[in-house]
């Protein structure tokens, strides 16, 4: 499996971004989808979950009100909404594609894909 992410750029605080993720592979549907972000100086930082089905979503508390993940298995693809962008998002942000056990999909150990990151700048 090999995974693209996409939709990072330069925006205004408050402003709205929208990450895409594309992966190759007959399977994309039987793997959990993340992102984490990983600021310069700081460890990579969960940031949204969905589970295979999309049934279930999680959230960094950090986060959680201002994104949203989705997505579209007919389309291999998952998609993070970002809204009311805070500079503190700053961050190279990274889709991951996985099977965590249920209690550890924030745990970046977990996923065995990842995409190679699309940076997103939030100004003041």
């Known amino acids: 499996v090999q995974l693209q992410a996409s939709g990072g750029g330069l925006v205004q605080e408050g402003g709205s971004l929208r990450l895409s993720c594309a992966a190759s592979?007959?399977?994309?549907?039987?793997?959990?989808v993340a992102w984490f972000r990983q600021a310069p100086g700081k460890e990579r930082e969960f940031v949204a979950h969905i589970r295979q089905s999309s049934s279930a979503t999680y959230y960094a508390d950090s986060v959680k009100g201002r994104f949203t993940i989705s997505r579209d298995s007919s389309k291999n693809a998952v998609y993070l909404q970002m809204s009311s962008l805070k500079p503190e998002d700053t961050a190279t942000y990274y889709c991951?594609?996985?099977?965590?056990?249920?209690?550890?999909?924030?745990?970046?150990?977990?996923?065995?894909?990842w995409g190679q990151g699309t940076q997103v700048t939030v100004s003041s």
């Open positions: 592979g007959r399977t994309f549907s039987t793997y959990a």
């Open positions: 991951a594609l996985g099977r965590p056990i249920y209690s550890a999909y924030a745990v970046s150990s977990m996923y065995n894909y």
